[in-house]
């Protein structure tokens, strides 16, 4: 059997042993407590990271479209008062223009004429007419239609190149022309009359096409 003194060694080294052991216990306790906040403020540091990455996605994004389109409606802008309104389309539209109508006297040995002005807006300019001439033995009257070289040409009594004419003298007669942008002059002559004026009786007009935009 133990002797007291045993028995009381015995339960101070169990006691020291059993306070060793608590002791171990808190220790280990305390190293694994950072080691868990730290692995429960990962994902949390994680997650804010995201949100923040995200964030800056998106403020970069809406910089940067803002940008683009603020570009893009002032190039629209320049580029609109450059070239001025567009037109959604183009109706074209017959205009006839009144050149002559009426009765006009030629006198002897003379001329009248009227100036005709095609302009480059003018699309498919036609001068067309027809005339009736009274007056001395024949009751006839020569006429032409040219440019502004050729009327003073055939004027003169030279050659000349023209668009239409009578080809020499005649009582009445029609003309229909196609003429592009320029000068031209209708013109008619009484010229190889020395005594008799010739009533001359004349209807014609310019007709052509003009473009009317839509906006």
């Known amino acids: 059997m133990l002797t007291a003194e045993e028995k009381a060694r015995i339960e101070d080294e169990e006691r020291k042993r059993i306070a060793e ?5 808190e220790l280990r306790s305390k190293l694994q407590r950072p080691s868990l906040v730290a ?8 997650l ?7 964030v800056l996605i998106g403020i970069v994004a809406f910089s940067l479209g803002s ?7 002032r190039i629209y802008a320049e580029t609109k008062a ?9 109706e074209w539209v017959t205009q006839k223009d009144s050149i002559a109508s009426g009765q006009i006297t030629v006198r002897h040995g ?12 003018m699309s498919k300019a036609t001068v067309s007419g027809k005339f009736t001439a009274s007056g001395g ?32 003298r005649q009582t009445t007669g029609g003309f229909s022309t196609m003429l592009t942008p320029g000068t031209y002059y209708l013109v008619f002559s009484n010229k190889f009359s020395p ?11 310019l007709t052509y096409q003009k473009p009317q935009p839509e906006y």
């Open 82 to 90: 450059k070239i001025g309104p567009i037109a959604k389309s183009v």
């Open 110 to 121: 003379g001329y009248s004429f009227y100036k005709i002005e095609v302009t480059p807006e």
């Open 67 to 73: 940008y683009l389109m603020s570009r893009s409606d």
């Open 48 to 54: 804010i990271g995201k949100i923040a990455g995200v």
């Open 195 to 205: 005594f008799t004026d010739k009533d001359v009786f004349v209807d014609a007009s």
């Open 21 to 25: 052991e608590q002791y171990r216990a």
């Open 39 to 46: 692995k429960a403020e990962a994902p949390r540091q994680n």
């Open 137 to 168: 033995a024949g009751n006839d009257i020569e006429s032409v239609l040219a440019d502004e070289e050729g009327y003073t040409n055939w004027i003169n009594g030279h050659e000349a190149r023209v668009f239409w004419d009578t080809q020499g």
